[in-house]
């Protein structure tokens, strides 16, 4: 995945940790980054998660550090798809048929969920799967 940086350049799609208030380690977070001018910006999809996830830290927060890809779906699937390029089988394992099954896994666990009657795992899961939406539209 890639965008057009200001600079003309194209951004490419990177798994970056950022650090907060100098204490805070948010690793996994999906950043554009130019190579030719450095600049870099959150994807658009992920910054309400990455601003809530902040905010929940507050002005003076301790020392620690957090796995972005555990409350964000995009970044959990980029994650992913990362440790399955590094296998044999990345030239054949398309980043469309990782979303494609991530999906399918995300909607069998709504239903179990529904059948449990368990709504804090129904909305969790519904989050998940408007992640995976909201990137798509793009």
């Known amino acids: 995945m890639q965008k057009q940086c200001n600079c003309g350049e194209l951004m490419n799609l ?3 940790t950022v650090i907060f208030s100098g204490k805070v380690e ?8 130019c190579a ?8 658009p999809e992920v910054k309400a998660d990455l601003s809530g996830l902040i905010q929940e830290l507050g002005d003076r927060p301790e ?6 890809n555990e409350c964000n779906e995009w970044a959990n ?4 798809y990362k440790l399955v390029q ?7 394992y398309k980043l469309e048929q ?4 991530r999906t399918n896994d995300l ?19 519904r989050k998940r799967l408007l992640q995976i939406g909201a990137q798509m539209k793009n």
């Open 14 to 16: 990177k798994l970056r």
């Open 26 to 33: 948010i690793d996994n977070v999906p950043i554009y980054t």
């Open 36 to 43: 030719i001018c450095s600049h870099s910006e959150v994807i």
């Open 86 to 92: 590094k296998t044999a089988q990345s030239a054949q």
């Open 107 to 125: 909607l069998d666990l709504y239903l179990l969920a529904q059948g449990l009657k368990d709504e804090v795992w129904l909305d969790s899961i």
């Open 77 to 80: 699937i980029l994650v992913e």
């Open 63 to 68: 020392k620690q550090s957090y796995l972005f």
């Open 98 to 101: 990782m979303i494609e099954q």
